[in-house]
């Protein structure tokens, strides 16, 4: 350990020799913190400080409020001092001091920097300060030259060389003074004698002019350096401005210059250049064995200690030139590259009172100065208190000498203006100063303990939305701000020594309205309502000091402005000319642009925001986020995107900062740079509102005649956000229901793929829709074709001669001798033409299978032949890819199979299974329903779904059979629980026969699918009437519903079951459902033989690039019918791979086959399951590549799936495949 502090000591002692500056965290002058960290880093390169040690040699000389913020950043941070790397202090010290906006502002400083009226040396100070910050701007000497002269002023310029700045260099030859010497490197120290001798040199304008010099850009001490090769110098120099800005007063030997890739030493002495920055003289090229090529432009080295090569210099740099616009041209048509630029006088234009229409009528109103005290007005400014207050006061804070004086100035103005006076109240409160922006101070007072306990005025101000909502129809705008508008006001008399404060000269009271009171903008507001009351909301609108005057027409508008001008000028009230603004098409108002398009942000205001730097407390958040929020109408799901920020200010909440909060913070501040234009709303107009929920937030946009008004969104409460989707969607609706409720309005549903609006949160794009078509070269072949084999159709052999012959008017011979009819081509009745022409315009890429209306109508635009509507729509319905496809557009098949009619009660049942119940204290979560089909009497048991069939068995036996005995037949749905074999031979054994429904078709057992609806919405009354468990409530449920009225039996099911009756009404409502189930049905028969498609479907729940399911196909086979099982079931050879599928289907699920000779049926047995369905699997990954987008990257996978052919495979996102499929990347 005492090694290691004695190491530690060391270094700090070798950094301070270099007597570096301290820093006290000052921000009045960010270019001084940024020159004290360069300073820092200069000493550092040269010390060959680690970068562990950085952080402690920076950190030990900050001082003061610079001490302060590294304590807070080191927290923030984590660790202490030796854990904080170099970067990191960077970074946290250019945020707090040197952020990037002022970054940029003085790059932009830089870019127009001009002489002006500074004499040379001060230029070009400033040039080399704010040089740094755009480096890329002076990357070669020939560049910074170049921005340096143009900088000059024009006569300087103008000079050139021979009258410009001395140089010492061009002067008497002087002495280099006897130096020590500064290693550069790993050098050494030694003592030089003075060098004397005469230096003569070129300067860089009579270099390039010569053209026969050899320049070059190189670095040298850290440094990029404009290097002269230079063979008529007998030594070797640097500039001294490099060895100043380097820190180097000493000769320096030995320092590397690295050229064409060899590092070369050269000894350089000191010399005062401004053209170049290092020559390289015939002391270093004899040494080296360096040539010159003049006219090459080279400088061949052989070194003794190493290889020969080669170094090529700079060319020569042509200062821009005007040229002709004659000359322009030319380049132009040769192709040359350009750039077009423009240049935008960016000064304000100074304008008169005088040059102002309307306004030069009313000097009066626009005094320099406000004319006095103001009279005594309706209304003036009272200060309440609250009861049993004391006078409180409390003294000023010292201030600076500068503060003093501009205090003294200040108090003074104001006494001469009679605003305020001497005072001797009780009260006193303290003074400061505000700089305002363009940098003079504001004296203000500090009447936080007053307000306190002042008795706040409740007078409303008005909202910013209501008053942008005026405009509508606005065009033109004038502007006035009231000058200092809070003096204009008096206080009562009694309330003025309320006001007094203390300063370091006097004690004074105000005796007109003063800035900082509580309750000032409320009592102004009130003032200026009563001046304008007559004209608010028609042509002027009012907010505490500013006044907006909007007008449809510039005739309109001048008379507004003289009503609101000669209103001013009878209340004696008095605006600053210099902030008003008059006759604008757009202005700035509030921090909003209004113009007559609507109302947009105001970039100027949203500054702060965008260049807010990252949060890095609470409070900091929330400052964030309320400045955000002024402009939340703008910004669509702005609730949504801030729910990132606006957790971290929950109640114990800990600020960490993930990158969903950046994410958040950097999406707002984007989103407010490209906030959209909002429309002012038509009164009389209606609205339009689309609501919005989801598990983020609920939304709406408020929309007129297809124009975004606001929008609007808050975040779900903790209760919400377990709110199933429709009951968000109620939710939603809620919400804005509490807002139009007033209104006259409709509520109207949106369907999901119509609804864009309340999808996206009223992203609503109105564009129109072109078609591009491409016109295949297969029209031109067939034009060829037609005359061709026209001679080989007899019909067109006789229409063509006909039409020769000028007898048939209906079949014209076109200019290249096709035959026409109607305008359009006659086709040849040759298959293979008619053949190649319905394949095109059918299964080509640019047709895409279309139906036979459609496909008739492509054609018949074009092209002609007899019976084509037919023949198209025989080829359409041969199509092989149509007929698996493509989903029916008939009414389903198969007409409704009434069961046959049992004789007894109970002999013949169905049931069914309800699950995925809420779990009730006992744990259960399905109700058996099991149902008498004669007198629709039914019993609900309550179970598990853990139950297995003998557990349901045993069940059966004690609720049903005890009761009504055993059944002759059970009707079941075939679901796992029944098709068991155990419970298949429990049935055996008690005598019964289980009827299984036809395969995939529940709707078999339809009577216990309606009582299963029934017995939900039971389910559902009782939740919300009787609360509780559902299981303690079904035996209720059982006895209301056997106690009710069946229509099917005419009566109730007790009464059909303990008392015998007629069996006609079961008759007559099988047949009356049976005839309204056949509306929506059509008769489909097959004969034994046929051949037909199966129905099948992807697995629900297996998603392939989230809609690879819905491209799967719908219908396999063909398979031919080998038996009719009654009159809509079929039972269907199917191969081996469908063993486990039951063989009998209903006619719903078929569809006929229509075969053509051209089809060539290759079935590609899928694995499905009993069910009709199957589960789309990946088997293999066959490449992967990445996807490169504008922050991040994706990979993607190309997967091939099971039951899919090569071309079938897609491309996934790889991270996704990995979680749902890791077997799939398993070596």
Sequence with gaps: MPDQLSAEAKHMRDFRKYNPTTFDGSLEDPTRAQLWLSSLETIFRYMKCHEDQKVQCAVFMLTDRGTAWWETTERMLGGDVGQNTWQQFKESFYAKFFFASLRDAKR??????????????????????????????????????????????????????????????????????????????????????????????????????????????????????????????????????????????????????????????????????????????????AVNHASIDCSCKEVAFNPPSMASFKFKGEGL???????????????????????????????????????????????????????????????????????????????SDRMAL??????????????????????????????????????????????????????????????????????????????????????????????????????????????????????????????????????????????IDDILIYSKTEVEHEEHLRIVLQTLRDNKLYAKFSKCEFWLKHVSFLGHVVSKDGVSVDPTKIEAVTSWTRPSTISEVRSFLGLAGYYRRFVENFSRIATPLTQLTRKGAPFVWSKACEDSFQNLKQKLVTAPVLTVPDGPGSFVIYSDASKKGLGCVLMQQGKVVAYASRQLKSHEQNYPTHDLELAAVRRWLELVKDYDYEILYHLGKANVVADALSRKVSHSAALITRQAPLHRDLERAEIAVSSNDPYLVEKRGLAEAGKAVEFPISSDGGLLFERRLCVPSDSVVKTELLSEAHSSPFSMHPGSTKMYQDLKRVYWWRNMKREVAEFVSKCLVCQQVKAPRQKPAGLLQSLSIPEWKWEN????????????????????????????????????????????????????????????????????????????????????????????????????????????????????????????????MEFAYNNSFQATIGMAQFEALYDKCCRSPVCWAESRQKSYADVRRRDLEFDVGDKVFLKVAPMKGVLRFERRGKLSPRFVGPFEILERIGPVAYRLALPQSLSTVHDVFHVSMLRKYVPDPSHVVDYEPLEIDENLSYTEQPVEVLAREVKMLRNREIALVKVLWRNHRMEEATWEQEDDMRSRYPELFEE
């Design 108 to 285: 932009q400083e830089f870019l127009n920097l001009e002489q002006g009226d500074m004499i040379v040396e001060q230029y070009d100070a400033k040039f080399d300060m704010l040089s740094r910050f755009a480096p890329e701007m002076i990357a070669t000497e020939a560049a910074r030259a170049d921005k340096f002269v143009r900088g000059l002023r024009l006569d300087i310029q103008g000079r050139g060389s021979t009258s410009g700045q001395k140089r010492k260099a061009e002067q008497q030859p002087n002495p280099v003074p006897q130096r020590n010497f500064r290693p550069c490197g790993e050098f050494r120290r030694f003592q030089q004698k003075p060098f004397e001798g005469k230096v003569f040199v070129t300067n860089k304008i009579e270099a390039e002019r010569a053209g026969t010099v050899v320049t070059g850009t190189l670095p040298v001490l850290g440094h990029y350096a404009l290097v002269l090769f230079d063979s008529g110098s007998s030594h070797s120099f640097i500039s001294s401005a490099i060895v100043l800005h380097a820190r180097l007063e000493e000769k320096v030997k030995a320092c590397r210059i690295e050229i064409g890739g060899h590092v070369i030493e050269v000894t350089l002495l000191v010399l005062d250049m401004l053209d170049f920055d290092v020559i390289l003289g015939m002391d270093w090229l």
């Design 317 to 395: 740099r042509l200062l821009p030139q005007v040229i002709s616009a004659t000359r322009a041209n030319k380049l132009l048509s040769q192709g040359t590259w350009s750039i077009l630029t423009s240049v935008v006088d960016t000064r304000e234009v100074d304008v008169s009172l005088s040059s102002e229409p309307v306004v030069r009528d009313y000097p009066d109103v626009f005094p320099e100065e406000l004319p006095g005290l103001p009279p005594h007005r309706e209304i003036e400014f009272a200060i309440e208190l609250e009861p049993g207050t004391v006078p409180i006061s409390r003294a």
């Design 402 to 543: 500068a503060g003093l004086k501009e205090l003294k100035v200040q108090l003074q103005e104001l006494l001469d203006k009679g605003f305020i006076r001497p005072s001797v109240s009780p009260w006193g409160a303290p003074v400061l100063f505000v700089k305002k922006k363009d940098g003079s101070m504001c004296l203000c007072i500090d009447y936080r303990e007053l307000n306190k306990v002042t008795v706040k005025n409740r007078y409303p101000l008005p909202r910013i939305d209501d008053l942008f909502d005026q405009l509508q129809g606005a065009t033109v705008f004038s502007k006035i701000y009231l000058r200092l508008g809070y003096h204009q006001l008096r206080i009562k008399d009694g309330d003025v020594p309320k006001t007094a404060f203390r300063s370091r000269y006097g004690h004074y009271e105000f005796i007109v309205m003063s800035f900082g009171l509580t309750n000032a903008p409320a009592v102004f507001m009130d003032l200026m309502n009563r001046v304008f009351r007559e004209f608010l909301d028609t042509f002027v609108i009012v907010f």
């Design 909 to 1036: 049942v169905s049931m069914d299974f309800i699950t995925g119940l809420p779990r009730t204290l006992r744990g259960f979560t399905v109700i058996w329903v099991v149902v008498d089909r004669l007198t629709k009497s039914a019993h609900f048991v309550p179970g598990k779904s853990t139950y297995t069939a003998s557990k349901w068995a045993q069940l059966y036996m004690s609720e049903i059979v005890r009761l009504h005995g055993v059944p002759v037949s059970i009707l079941s749905d075939r679901d796992a629980r029944f098709t068991s074999k155990f419970w298949k031979g429990l049935q055996t054994a008690m005598g019964m026969r289980l009827d299984f429904s036809t395969a995939f078709h529940p709707q078999t057992d339809g009577q216990t699918e309606r009582l299963n609806q029934v017995l939900e919405d039971m389910l559902r009354a009782c939740a919300l009437e009787f609360l509780g468990s559902w299981d303690s409530h079904l035996h209720l």
